[in-house]
């Protein structure tokens, strides 16, 4: 099946600190891919949808200049997080959808950020 | 907007015991609801996934159902393994089907 890769796994910074999350689809093209945020054991809520070509679609209450989702390729999209402060800590998953497809979507593993 | 909840929020079962998981949506103006694993620090594994046209779809032992009109689903695990211990979420996918809201998921525990 198709897989999504996410890089780091896990990462800790200082306060203050921008961290960068990559989000591949390793074997198919993703015109859109969608990111998301996990807080402990809570449910995934969207926070932003990322255009190839176009500048990503926030969802309200999201911060677009916090979160700076950048979609360079047919297959990387990219979310940083700038300034960070240990509030964005969390669990950050990204997915993304066969090209064409409606329903077929494809999760990464996750990234877990830890600000301190 | 939509609203998915999921009940009970966690579950423990001996082995072998056959059981069901619960998801409600708000707006049954869903073109899909999906059914995902979740095993901790990881990410989703899909599960199994209903079409709005769809009543049910099957996976091994794994059922799901789904009732657009009383805004439910259900997903049936037929003789729970050890292995099945993970948290479970449901999520609707509405106006562009690709959005996903989610349930805040099931923890379920298998003891063997």
């Known amino acids: 099946g198709a897989v999504v890769s996410q890089h780091p796994s896990r990462v800790i910074c200082k306060s203050g600190t921008s961290v960068k999350i990559e989000c591949r689809s390793l074997?198919?093209?993703?015109?859109?891919m969608f990111w998301y945020r996990q807080f402990p054991k809570k449910s995934l809520m969207l926070m932003a949808t990322?255009?190839?070509?176009?500048?990503?679609?926030?969802e309200q209450g999201v911060e677009k200049d916090k979160f700076l989702i950048n979609h360079a390729s047919l297959t990387l999209s990219t979310l940083t997080v700038t300034s960070a402060h240990p509030e964005d800590s969390s669990f950050y998953i990204c997915?993304?959808?066969?090209?064409?497809?409606?329903?077929?979507?494809?999760f990464g593993p996750g990234t877990r950020l830890t600000v301190t | 907007k939509q609203e998915v909840t999921q009940i009970p929020a966690a579950l423990s079962v001996p082995e072998g015991e056959n059981l069901v998981l619960n998801c409600s949506f708000t707006?049954?103006?869903?073109?899909?609801l999906q059914w995902f694993r979740q095993d901790p620090g990881k990410g989703l594994t899909s599960l199994l996934l209903?079409?709005?046209?769809?009543r049910e779809q099957t996976s091994g032992r794994l059922n799901a159902s789904l009732d657009k009109s009383s805004g439910r689903s259900t997903l049936y695990i037929a003789a729970s393994q050890p292995g099945d211990s993970a948290t479970y979420l449901c999520?609707?996918?509405?106006?562009?089907?690709?959005?996903?809201?989610f349930g805040q998921g099931t923890r379920l525990t298998i003891n063997p």
């Open positions: 209903i079409q709005s046209s769809q």
């Open positions: 990322s255009n190839e070509g176009s500048k990503a679609t926030y």
């Open positions: 997915s993304a959808p066969l090209a064409g497809s409606l329903y077929e979507q494809y």
């Open positions: 999520a609707a996918g509405g106006q562009g089907a690709q959005k996903l809201v």
């Open positions: 707006d049954s103006a869903i073109y899909n």
């Open positions: 074997d198919f093209q993703a015109t859109t």
